[in-house]
T-cell receptor, first 116, second 115 residues
Framework: AQKITQTQPGMFVQEKEAVTLDCTYD???????LFWYKQPSSGEMIFLIY??????QNATEGRYSLNFQKARKSANLVISASQLGDSAMYFC?????????????FGKGNQVVVIP | DAGITQSPRHKVTETGTPVTLRCHQT?????MYWYRQDPGHGLRLIHY???????DKGEVSDGYSVSRSKTEDFLLTLESATSSQTSVYFC??????????????FGNGTRLTVT
């Protein structure tokens, strides 16, 4: 069964606007971690932000924030003030602490294109 | 820079030949991983290692084997390459003391084409 779901089609966003990337997950573990990665066209995987299942506050890292809704099992990434360099694939990932042997499972990704 | 080097960066090989990809880290981290990336599938875990000589299978391990005889090296072997193994292969490490909340750091990938 798919653990991480990213279903949005490719997105175009105007420079300087905010964009939200959806991610829903499926787990029965009470303890887990959620991660977002960016993959630009050059191919490298860049870690952006982390949210723990017990964290009380939504994670933020610069222009990146995570809208964590635990009851709905969603962990949407918000990129504020988009820049041309934000054009990339974005992957949501989850690590289940108890039942997943600490392995990281990835969604299929969201493509974002920032237009000037 | 997480100190991860993958080699080769690109390889073209013929169906039925053995292929070994190497991942080398410079920081003695315990956990290492091999993923493959294919369009429409995201990244899928092939094998991982939690120490020297300690390895386990991921979700797409058929047709692959791994070895870790030293902390710094994690080798992925395709015993007899098939066209379905054409992919981009990423090695990753988990650098934190608490593996649970440590993000993976990735190498730059190996693009393998099986003809």
């Amino acid at each position: 069964a798919q653990k991480i779901t990213q279903t949005q089609p490719g997105m175009f966003v105007q420079e300087k606007e905010a964009v939200t990337l959806d991610c829903t997950y499926d787990t029965s573990d009470p303890s887990y971690g959620l991660f977002w990665y960016k993959q630009p066209s050059s191919g490298e995987m860049i870690f952006l932000i982390y949210q723990g299942s017990y964290d009380q506050q939504n994670a933020t890292e610069g222009r990146y924030s995570l809208n964590f809704q635990k009851a709905r099992k969603s962990a949407n990434l918000v990129i504020s003030a988009s820049q041309l360099g934000d054009s990339a694939m974005y992957f949501c990932a989850m690590r289940e602490i108890d039942g997943g042997n600490n392995r990281l499972a990835f969604g299929k990704g969201n493509q974002v294109v920032v237009i000037p | 820079d997480a100190g991860i080097t993958q080699s080769p960066r690109h390889k073209v090989t013929e169906t039925g030949t053995p292929v070994t990809l190497r991942c080398h880290q410079t920081e003695n981290h315990r956990y290492m991983y091999w993923y493959r990336q294919d369009p429409g599938h995201g990244l899928r875990l092939i094998h991982y290692s939690y120490g020297v000589k300690d390895t386990d299978k991921g979700e797409v391990s058929d047709g692959y084997s791994v070895s870790r005889s030293k902390t710094e090296d994690f080798l992925l072997t395709l015993e007899s390459a098939t066209s379905s193994q054409t992919s981009v292969y990423f090695c990753a490490i988990s650098p934190g003391d608490r593996e649970s909340d440590s993000p993976l750091h990735f190498g730059n990938g190996t693009r393998l084409t099986v003809t």
